[in-house]
């Protein structure tokens, strides 16, 4: 299995609401990101995991909290977002910190 | 922090046309410099890469080529196709647990 999985594929969310988005990889890589991107800019970096803790956050707001279950698994957790955070959420893994294997992303609306 | 600048921003040509896309990089000590292509609506994907100890890199139609004095690196597509559409992104880094830095992306669009 060499895909990075996203779930889910479109999600359209009130501003009181609260959502997770999922990612999946199960190629054994030990690090993986989230990205945010905005139509026909490039991804910009949220929160990179290593080895299933936290390593960086780049200062992106408290109403977006990730957690990292497992080495396979990771979640965006989603709470009183404004409609500004409506955009393409990418998850990305790496085995060497190289190549990013991204998935298919989350569009999600905020109204 | 690294800076990549990149350009053009959109590029149109002509099917079985060549396509450049130029990078620019501020950080010497980057030494590893992907590629990736993304299509409408769907995921980033890394076409080609290289690293700063060979100055070319070929993949049937798609080279990159490096220049490190310079800190430039551009992306070759030769005899170019519609479904060669797309945003191209390159990107710098020091590689490893690094974080590369994206450039802006160019929008290239290839008329049958």
């Known amino acids: 299995d060499t895909e990075v999985t996203q779930t889910p594929k479109h999600l359209v969310m009130g501003m009181t609401n609260k959502k997770s988005l999922k990612c999946e990889q199960h190629m054994g890589h030990r690090a993986m990101y989230w990205y945010k991107q905005k139509a026909k800019k490039p991804p910009e970096l949220m929160f990179v995991?290593?080895?299933?803790?936290?390593?960086i956050n780049e200062s992106v707001p408290s109403r977006f909290s990730p957690e990292c279950p497992n080495s396979s698994l990771l979640n965006l957790h989603l709470h009183a977002l404004q409609p500004e955070d409506s955009a393409l959420y990418l998850c990305?893994?790496?085995?060497?910190?190289?190549?990013?294997?991204f998935g298919s992303g989350t569009q999600l609306s905020v109204l | 922090g690294e800076n990549v600048e990149q350009h053009p921003s959109t590029l149109s040509v002509q099917e079985g046309d060549s396509a450049v896309i130029k990078c620019t990089y501020s950080?010497?000590?980057?030494?590893?410099f992907p590629w990736y292509k993304q299509e409408l609506g769907k995921r980033p994907q890394l076409i080609i890469d290289?690293?700063?100890?060979?100055g070319e890199k070929k993949d049937q139609r798609i080279a990159v080529t490096l220049n490190k004095t310079a800190k430039h690196f551009s992306l070759h597509i030769t005899e170019t196709q519609p479904e060669d559409s797309a945003v191209y992104f390159c990107a710098a880094s020091r590689g490893g647990s690094y974080i590369p830095t994206f450039g802006r992306g160019t929008s290239l669009i290839v008329h049958p």
């Open positions: 995991y290593s080895y299933e803790k936290l390593s």
């Open positions: 990305a893994s790496s085995q060497s910190g190289d190549e990013r294997f």
């Open positions: 290289i690293r700063s100890n060979v």
């Open positions: 950080d010497s000590a980057s030494n590893y």
